[in-house]
């Protein structure tokens, strides 16, 4: 049986999911362990999601990163906002 196409939306998510091609398609970086690492030297330990690598992949996290070790102010705004009732599913960034 060959790969089913991938198809990735808010809807849904079907076939082999090539990550490398979402990252190019959305225009991300992916989250590399040097990241991490410097995520971990602020925060103590990692969230269990980045630990496991089911976060693959930011925009700008290298950015906010540079700010917040020079001291630098600046606002961090998810673009998540609920269009409807709230469910389960809002618990992940919440």
């Known amino acids: 049986m060959p790969d089913e196409e991938m ?3 808010p809807w849904k998510v079907s076939g082999r999911i090539d990550y490398k091609k979402l990252i190019e398609e959305f225009g991300t970086q992916p ?22 690598r089911i976060f693959f992949s930011h925009r700008d996290l290298d950015w ?3 700010m917040y070790e020079a001291g630098r ?21 919440w």
């Open 31 to 52: 989250i590399t362990d040097s990241l991490l690492e410097r995520i971990k030297k602020h925060t103590g330990e990692l969230h269990l999601q980045l630990r496991r």
């Open 73 to 93: 102010r600046f606002v961090l705004y998810t673009g998540r906002g609920p269009s409807g009732p709230v469910h389960i599913g809002h618990l992940i960034p």
């Open 64 to 66: 906010i990163l540079d």
């Open 7 to 9: 198809i990735v939306t």
